[in-house]
């Protein structure tokens, strides 16, 4: 079972930012916070990942908070094709190799 | 330049025949899955292959059977296809303990 707490859906106007949660307070000290998404009939899409630190690439940003209990997905500039479902998925580093995908979170943005 | 390949992209077949798909990875990596995501939208996975070996086999029918020739190729042949093996398959591939990468998916029917 995934060991994540995501909102079933949110919405986000196009140009705006989208702030995603994530909630996952069993989380272990060797445990990754992975981002994946899944825009429709697609493979999921990896976006980004981080243990402790603030993380920023060009897709997204991933603020976790200092106990990492949870954490936030930052798009900074949504566009329509941002609609996906996005995925929190926590990973042990070194171990098992399997992702734990929940239901994740349907983002919609609109025009 | 294709990542993470898989055929057919979709297969249509019936109950009691037995298919197989294929999936190859250009990225180098020694490690490769396949998960399998039901009419729910679920995202489960089923194997993983390192270096050819078998390491994860997630109590998946016995029908189907993962089988890797080479670290770039990971193909899944299930025998006897059942009316509730209709789902999509998605192939992955990562270095080890690595971020994994997904391909776009093969869609199976089964009538």
């Known amino acids: 079972d995934a060991k994540t707490t995501q909102p079933t859906s949110m919405d986000c106007a196009e140009g705006r930012a989208a702030n995603l949660p994530c909630n996952h307070s069993?989380?272990?000290?060797?445990?990754?916070v992975y981002w994946y998404r899944q825009i429709h009939s697609q493979g999921p899409q990896y976006i980004i990942h981080g243990l402790k630190n603030n993380e920023t690439n060009e897709m997204a940003s991933l603020i976790i908070t200092e106990d990492r209990k949870s954490s936030t997905l930052i798009l900074p500039h949504a566009t329509l094709r941002d609609t996906a479902v996005y995925y929190c998925?926590?990973?042990?580093?070194?171990?098992?190799?399997?992702?734990?995908f929940g239901k994740g979170t349907k983002l919609t943005v609109n025009p | 330049d294709t990542a993470v390949s898989q055929t057919p992209k979709y297969l249509v077949t019936q109950m009691g025949n037995d298919k197989s798909i294929k999936c190859e990875q250009n990225l180098g990596h020694d490690t490769m899955y396949w998960y399998k995501q039901d009419s729910k939208k679920f995202l489960k996975i089923m194997f993983s292959y390192n270096n050819k070996e078998l390491i994860i086999n997630e109590t998946v029918p016995n029908r189907f059977s993962p089988k890797s020739p080479d670290k770039a190729h990971l193909n899944l042949h299930i025998n006897s296809l059942e009316l509730g093996d209709s789902a999509v398959y998605f192939c992955a591939s990562s270095r080890q303990s690595g971020t994994q990468y997904f391909g776009p998916g093969t869609r199976l029917l089964v009538l």
């Open positions: 069993t989380i272990s000290g060797n445990e990754y």
């Open positions: 998925i926590l990973r042990i580093q070194g171990g098992s190799e399997k992702l734990v």
